[in-house]
């Protein structure tokens, strides 16, 4: 593994994550409740999820004070494309995923680097991340085929707004992501 992508000392660095008063769903699609504002990113075409995904972490870059530790956990089932790397269980329920750490500008392409030891430059992003200073939550459940989700102070989802338009909109926490 890449020093820029290394297994988290400990499970500590999620415990918001797991002591959070969500359902599993809620917490796999739009990261831990409390944050001031949520917004869904919808990818532009088929093929544009991972330059979505870049282009959000991008922007959420400059919303941390802690850019360059990040947390990301990545769900387990990775574990079928390559050896799994020994990092620290985060027992969400439905989704056991492991726990990495990371700079801002490592994420996109994290799961990766962490089950092939090699970036491959266009990969797809961490399933949850989040800045050391949990700035803001970027929510991408396994399942999830036309949205992303942000959870972040109103200046951040500004920021996405701009660069994203159309395809970004504020959403209500836990809100029925099915209609």
């Known amino acids: 593994m890449t020093p820029a992508v290394r297994p988290a000392p400990s499970v500590e660095p999620a415990r918001h994550l797991l002591d959070a008063a969500a359902p599993w769903w809620d917490l796999v699609c739009f990261g831990p409740p409390g944050h001031e504002v949520y917004l869904r ?3 532009d075409v088929e093929d544009e999820q991972v330059r979505t995904e870049r282009r959000v972490l991008e922007v959420l870059a400059e919303h941390t004070t802690t850019p360059g530790r990040c947390w ?4 387990e089932g990775w574990t079928s494309r390559g050896t799994r790397p020994a990092a620290p269980v985060v027992d969400v329920p439905e989704r056991r995923m492991l726990l990495f750490e990371a700079s801002v500008d490592a994420l996109h392409d994290l799961p ?10 266009n990969g797809p992003g961490p399933h949850l991340a989040w800045p050391d200073d949990r700035a803001w939550t970027f929510a991408c459940d396994v399942d999830e085929e036309d949205e ?5 102070a109103r200046a951040a989802a500004d920021a996405l707004v701009v660069a994203f338009g159309s395809q970004a909109r504020i959403v209500a926490y836990g809100e029925d992501l099915s209609t």
């Open 148 to 152: 992303l989700t942000v959870g972040c």
């Open 72 to 75: 990301a956990a990545v769900w």
């Open 112 to 121: 990766s680097v962490a089950w092939r030891q090699a970036p491959y430059g």
């Open 41 to 43: 990113v919808r990818f």
